[in-house]
């Protein structure tokens, strides 16, 4: 079984990285390297999210995806966290 998928209990664990910047990113690569979460979202306001999205995906176990959207965007934030239902917001 993959790192990704082995868990505690055997639930799937959903992450969002708020901001890639120097620090959310190397959060990213730690969280998916070491399969610290089933489901990934990284959420930016430039389109570095997705860039970062398909590094990872490409390199990990673990399911990346992006939103583009700002952080002060409360209607943008609203849909990102209602459709991905994290169990960890960062």
Known sequence: MPLSQRTKNGQ??????????DLGTRL???VAERGLATDLK???RDE???QWAQLL???????????????????????????FEPDLII
């Open 57 to 83: 995906s490409l390199g990990t176990d673990c399911r990346v995806s992006s939103a583009r959207t700002d952080g002060l965007d409360v209607a943008g934030m609203t849909n990102v966290l209602a459709s």
């Open 12 to 21: 799937k664990r959903r992450v969002v990285i708020l901001g890639l910047g």
């Open 42 to 44: 990284l959420v930016s």
């Open 48 to 50: 570095v999210a997705a």
């Open 28 to 30: 990213a690569q730690t």
